[in-house]
Each structure stands twice: as structure tokens, then as C-alpha cells.
DNA sequence: CTGAAAGCGCTTACAG
DNA sequence: CTGAAAGCGCTTACAG
């Protein structure tokens, strides 16, 4: 045999129409018990594989979903992602995926480029993207779920990004600070990262603590972002005693770069992270953070999906629960700010 | 209009034959750009997108190639996966991924559904799999590419792990120990794991230093396990100077262990570890590493598929660089094992 | 429970 | 440079 078995040739030897080869593949159980067998002998004697393409265009659809994340170097997107593949995979649909490194033109492509391969649906993070993204979706018809955070007119599986930030803010204000500082990446790009500043600083303003902008410090998402924002709060006329980062690792290199100077944590300094990394809870305590269930989130994404293209109902968008870790935090900010020059 | 619209759609708006538009889409040097501007509008007024499947079965390849790795919740594949895709889709092809979470039957069954999606090549890592899935591979006529390790009748994109051993041997051996243990991921059904083992227990015994099997200890991977090995060994008779872990993250909880026991890196223990995560060089130095480039693995794996599916060309095998980053060694071991209780 | 046949939406020699 | 037509390998009403 050079090629590929087909279907016909798995019929003709189990001496059967291709439509029954076909039910027994499908739907074994419209198949008489004694057939099914001759069937699957055929199969296995000439090593029979469906193809999937000619299943997809016959069928009406591809059994796969697309997934575009910013990265997968993030513990935090892998988890998500393996988690809606786990789910989908247990159901017979497949995970393609892509990354886009926060450009949103690479973005735009890789969504243009999932639509093309006949996606039953799309899982995209967040709710900014390029204008051609959210054309190609519209245009294209395909089913759009977006991920982490909520949107008004796609169906999401969200965590309340706002509520991330009052959590920090309002664990830090019960310890005691007035001055605070933070770390984010950036946020003109990325709305998770936007809601999570607003909804500190405004726990803050609504608790009439006064936050300047400058103290607001944009890096890149990194441990060296981390690292350049602690420095960078340092050199404020009155640094802050309290420091809330956009993410867990950029809330790790800060504290990295505030012990290097000698800062002890928490008593000179109080960080608050986000997404409780394993990591986090093996490193000496004073980081605190806010836990979210990404793995959850990408279970709960492919439950969203099946019942969408399924049972042909939009799902309805879900909020997941998120929740403050805290990890040896002193009950009060140091008198004063604590000097420390932030040069090497 | 309810339905998607399809190339015949396209063709009579544009007026022209399906097979114009086809080859304005595959292959556009082939059309006249007055009919090409023709066909342009008439997709972008109908929202045409492609399907496909239709393109796969017609043209004989789906355009695709399927990955399944043991986690993405490891930098270490999270990397490798990022670069595979990011240069596969630079040259127009999907990633299909999947994860077993170290279960060698669910990749066998994750292999069955890619393999009946029809995916150009599968990328499997290492080389212990089920024989379900060896069987599965040989069957179906796949194009397999092994990554991480060498095997001897696939192609392969491959770090020579027997040599991860010998480095770290080679290290703690010229700083002067002489007495190891060895923390490592379940050799049973981990290919990489066992060579990694291999080459070190190999270069101790060709340098005459004894090892026992009690001082290898098999732990699944994470920081607990670091943390669990860390202990077992120094419930030996004689405690090891020096220990071996098979990833970072076994080293860094077998440092973190040892740190909260008052044990003082690099004085008291040498550890050396395995992958060099981007945490490892803001930690406290102590931790020596080998660095193995995953994200270049997976752009080597991509070129490897592309040679072999666009020419028909069986790649050859490649091994690809490693290099041993030493941060702060005593260079001697302590002159007696540390008395330490590894009770809490 | 099973079969004959139309059709899914493309690509690709083959002509012109 | 363009078109007519066969064919890719399945699924799925429709009959029986």
C-alpha cells in the first residue's frame, strides 16, 4: 500500500457502504455490534485515518478553536491555555494557538490567519485590539470569546481587573499607608493592565489619599521592569511606602532590586503583586498578591465554547473570583519614608 | 446575506471563474492586476474568509503542524512552543498543541486526535512514549520530529542531556566535592530526566568518586519536590557537598529548603541546576545552571518541518549548544558535611 | 440497520 | 493569463 487509506477502501474490504464506515466512526451505536467489527478490522489492517479536512468540510465543522495569547512565557497564560485545551481535548475539539508578544499587528495576522483554517470559535485576551482584529471577527461570523477581561458586546470569562487593584489599594490603606507607588506594564495597550491601575487609584482618590500621576510607573512586564520601577519610585520627592505591581513578576523584581539596596520586607516596604505564581509562596513572605484562577479561566473558556457551538446558545458572560493573599505584612508603614538611594 | 460566501460568490461578482480567484489567493503573480483588483473587491464586499478545510482536502495539506509536550506550565516549553509558532506562522502554518501533564496515555491519545486532523508534521518531545503512540506515528506516515533529545531513527532537534550531567559533574567535581547527591524528575518515563542522571552518576564513577543509588532521589517536578529531595538527602549517612537537580525549579526549591534550614549557599552547598529561567539570575547567587536554548529549539524545529514538508528532504538531526552559567561557587566544599537536622 | 448519491468548498492539471 | 471540470475524502438526508 503506498497511500493513505480512505474511507472506500475500509468499506470495500469490510464489505460495507462508506456511509457505514462512517456511522461506526461517528455514531457506533446506529451500528450493528457485528458490523462495527468488521469495520474495525478493516481499520486497523490498513492503518485507517480519518481526515480530518475532508470530516470538517463534509461536516460543516473543524472540531478546533483558536486561541491568540500575548505570550506563553507567562505562567499565567500557559495555565489558561492548558486548561481550555485539557477541556476541549476531553470533548474532541482541538487547541490551535498563537502569540502575539504584545503587538497588536502580530495579532491582527494570526487572528486573520485562525479565521482562514475554519475555526468553530476564537478566544482572544483582553478587549483591546487592533481595528482589523475586530473586523476579520466581524466580517468573518466567527464565534469570539474574550478571556480575562469583561466586554459589553462579546460574551467574556472575566476577572473583575478593577477589583484587583481596590483589593491592593484597600489592603494597603488598612495597614496604614498614605503614600503609595505602581509598577504596571503598559497600559496603553493592554486594558487588564489599565483597569487594574484605575481601579487603585481610584480605591485611593475615593479614600482621599492624593495620587500623582508620576507615580504611576509604566514598564515593560519583566523582572527588570520590576527592578527599573522600584528605582524609579525611589527617586519621587517622597517615595511611597507602599507598592502596588501590575503583575507578580514585576512585583518580584522589585522587591529583588529593594532588598539588593538593603530595604527589609515587609517592614520598610509593603508589595502587593498579582496572579500568586507558585514561586511567590516559596520566597521569604512580604509579597502579597491577589490569586486568580487562570486554569479555571480556561476551563470555564471551553465550557463557554462547547455550549456556544454546540447547542448554538451565546453563552452568558461569567466573572470569576479572585482572592488576596497576604503574606506577612507589617500592621503599619514605617513613621517616614525610608531612605534609600536608588543608585548603584 | 445569511451565509458565509463562498469562492464561486466571489468569482461571479468579480466575473471571473473559481479557478481565477483561487490563484489570486495562492498564487497572485499568476493573475493579470487588473483581475486581481477585481477579485480584491469582491472578497472584501462579501467578507469572503477561506475555509480551510475545503483547502486542505482539495490541495493535499492542511497547512498545520501538531505539537504535544508534557506541560506548558514550564518556561522551558512555553518557549519552545513560541518560537515554533512564531516562525511557523511567519511561513503560513498553525500550531496544533496539546499537553499529557506527564501522562504518557493521554499523549497517546492527544497524538490520535492530531493525527487524525491531518497535520503535516507532529512534534513530539523526548523519546520514551507509549507504544500506543510509536504505533500510532508509524501508522498514520506522519512526518515525526523529536525534540529535546536524539533518537536514533527520527530526526531530531535535540540538547545532548547525557552532557547536562557531565557539566554539573565536571563543575562540582573541579570546585573539589566529593560527595553528590542528586535531585531528578522520575526517570521511569522521562527520557531526558534519565540521560540527564546518566551523564552525571557516568562522569563521577570515570573520576573514580563513588555514587550511591540512595543519593539519586526521584521527585515529581516543582519546588516541592526540590524541597522534599533537599531533605532526603541530608538523612544520608553522609550528607552530600554538592547536589545536582534536573531543572531550576527542583534547584530552586532544594535552595529554598536549604536556606530556610540556615544552610549558606555557596559556602555550606553547591547546587546546580538545569535550564537557566530568567528568575534564577535575580535570585540570591548561589545557583549555578545550565543554560539550554528552548526558544532556538523551536525555531530549529520549525525549520527542520518546513525543509521536510515544502522539499520532501528528511531533516538531519541536530544537537544544539548548551553552556554551564556559574553564579557565585565556593571553589571548595565545605571541609566536613554540614551537621544540619532536616526535621522542621 | 444499511446503501446510493449528492454535496461540502476548494485546487489543479489540462486546454485554450 | 483564464476557464471548465474532475476530484480531494468525507457526511448526511433520503430510501429502503
Given at each position: 500500500?503506498?497511500?493513505?487509506?480512505?474511507?472506500?477502501?475500509?468499506?470495500?474490504?469490510?464489505?460495507?457502504?462508506?456511509?457505514?464506515?462512517?456511522?461506526?466512526?461517528?455514531?457506533?451505536?446506529?451500528?450493528?455490534?457485528?458490523?462495527?467489527?468488521?469495520?474495525?478490522?478493516?481499520?486497523?489492517?490498513?492503518?485507517?485515518?480519518?481526515?480530518?479536512?475532508?470530516?470538517?468540510?463534509?461536516?460543516?465543522?473543524?472540531?478546533t478553536v483558536g486561541m491568540v495569547v500575548p505570550t506563553l512565557d507567562n505562567s499565567i497564560f500557559a495555565l489558561a491555555v492548558q486548561g481550555l485545551q485539557t477541556t476541549l481535548a476531553a470533548h474532541g475539539y482541538?487547541?490551535?494557538i498563537a502569540a502575539h508578544e504584545y503587538n497588536l499587528e502580530t495579532e491582527a495576522q494570526q487572528v486573520r490567519a485562525l479565521l482562514e483554517t475554519r475555526i468553530d470559535a476564537l478566544v482572544l485576551v483582553g478587549?483591546?485590539?487592533?481595528?482589523?482584529?475586530?473586523?476579520?471577527?466581524?466580517?468573518?461570523?466567527?464565534?469570539?470569546?474574550?478571556?480575562?477581561?469583561?466586554?459589553?458586546?462579546?460574551?467574556?470569562?472575566?476577572?473583575?481587573?478593577?477589583?484587583?487593584?481596590?483589593?491592593?489599594?484597600?489592603?494597603?490603606?488598612?495597614?496604614?499607608?498614605?503614600?503609595?507607588?505602581?509598577?504596571?506594564?503598559?497600559?496603553?495597550?493592554?486594558?487588564?493592565?489599565?483597569?487594574?491601575?484605575?481601579?487603585?487609584?481610584?480605591?485611593?482618590?475615593?479614600?482621599?489619599?492624593?495620587?500623582?500621576?508620576?507615580?504611576?510607573?509604566?514598564?515593560?512586564?519583566?523582572?527588570?521592569?520590576?527592578?527599573?520601577?522600584?528605582?524609579?519610585?525611589?527617586?519621587?520627592?517622597?517615595?511611597?511606602?507602599?507598592?502596588?505591581?501590575?503583575?507578580?513578576?514585576?512585583?518580584?523584581?522589585?522587591?529583588?532590586?529593594?532588598?539588593?539596596?538593603?530595604?527589609?520586607?515587609?517592614?520598610?516596604?509593603?508589595?502587593?503583586?498579582?496572579?500568586?505564581?507558585?514561586?511567590?509562596?516559596?520566597?521569604?513572605?512580604?509579597?502579597?498578591?491577589?490569586?486568580?484562577?487562570?486554569?479555571?479561566?480556561?476551563?470555564?473558556?471551553?465550557?463557554?465554547?462547547?455550549?456556544?457551538?454546540?447547542?448554538?446558545?451565546?453563552?452568558?458572560?461569567?466573572?470569576?473570583?479572585?482572592?488576596?493573599?497576604?503574606?506577612?505584612?507589617?500592621?503599619?508603614?514605617?513613621?517616614?519614608?525610608?531612605?534609600?538611594?536608588?543608585?548603584?
Amino acid at each position: 500500500m503506498k497511500h493513505r487509506a480512505r474511507i472506500a477502501d475500509v468499506a470495500s474490504l469490510a464489505g460495507v457502504s462508506v456511509a457505514t464506515v462512517s456511522r461506526t466512526l461517528s455514531n457506533p451505536d446506529s451500528v450493528k455490534p457485528a458490523t462495527r467489527e468488521r469495520v474495525q478490522r478493516a481499520i486497523d489492517e490498513l492503518n485507517y485515518f480519518m481526515d480530518g479536512s475532508a470530516r470538517a468540510l463534509a461536516s460543516g465543522h473543524g472540531h478546533t478553536v483558536g486561541m491568540v495569547v500575548p505570550t506563553l512565557d507567562n505562567s499565567i497564560f500557559a495555565l489558561a491555555v492548558q486548561g481550555l485545551q485539557t477541556t476541549l481535548a476531553a470533548h474532541g475539539y482541538q487547541l490551535l494557538i498563537a502569540a502575539h508578544e504584545y503587538n497588536l499587528e502580530t495579532e491582527a495576522q494570526q487572528v486573520r490567519a485562525l479565521l482562514e483554517t475554519r475555526i468553530d470559535a476564537l478566544v482572544l485576551v483582553g478587549t483591546h485590539h487592533a481595528e482589523t482584529t475586530w473586523d476579520l471577527v466581524r466580517r468573518s461570523r466567527t464565534p469570539l470569546l474574550v478571556a480575562w477581561a469583561a466586554h459589553e458586546s462579546y460574551p467574556s470569562v472575566a476577572f473583575d481587573n478593577r477589583l484587583i487593584g481596590q483589593l491592593a489599594a484597600e489592603h494597603l490603606i488598612a495597614l496604614g499607608h498614605r503614600q503609595f507607588g505602581m509598577i504596571s506594564g503598559y497600559t496603553r495597550h493592554n486594558d487588564r493592565a489599565r483597569q487594574r491601575a484605575e481601579g487603585f487609584i481610584d480605591t485611593l482618590r475615593r479614600n482621599d489619599i492624593a495620587f500623582d500621576k508620576r507615580n504611576l510607573i509604566e514598564q515593560p512586564f519583566g523582572f527588570a521592569g520590576g527592578r527599573t520601577g522600584w528605582a524609579r519610585l525611589m527617586q519621587l520627592p517622597v517615595p511611597p511606602t507602599a507598592i502596588f505591581c501590575g503583575n507578580d513578576v514585576l512585583a518580584m523584581g522589585c522587591m529583588f532590586e529593594a532588598q539588593k539596596h538593603g530595604v527589609q520586607l515587609p517592614r520598610d516596604l509593603s508589595i502587593v503583586g498579582c496572579d500568586n505564581l507558585p514561586i511567590v509562596s516559596h520566597l521569604p513572605p512580604g509579597l502579597t498578591t491577589v490569586q486568580l484562577p487562570t486554569y479555571e479561566l480556561g476551563i470555564e473558556c471551553a465550557h463557554s465554547i462547547l455550549e456556544w457551538i454546540e447547542k448554538d446558545v451565546q453563552p452568558v458572560s461569567v466573572c470569576l473570583d479572585i482572592e488576596l493573599i497576604v503574606r506577612g505584612t507589617t500592621s503599619h508603614p514605617p513613621k517616614m519614608p525610608t531612605a534609600i538611594s536608588a543608585n548603584k
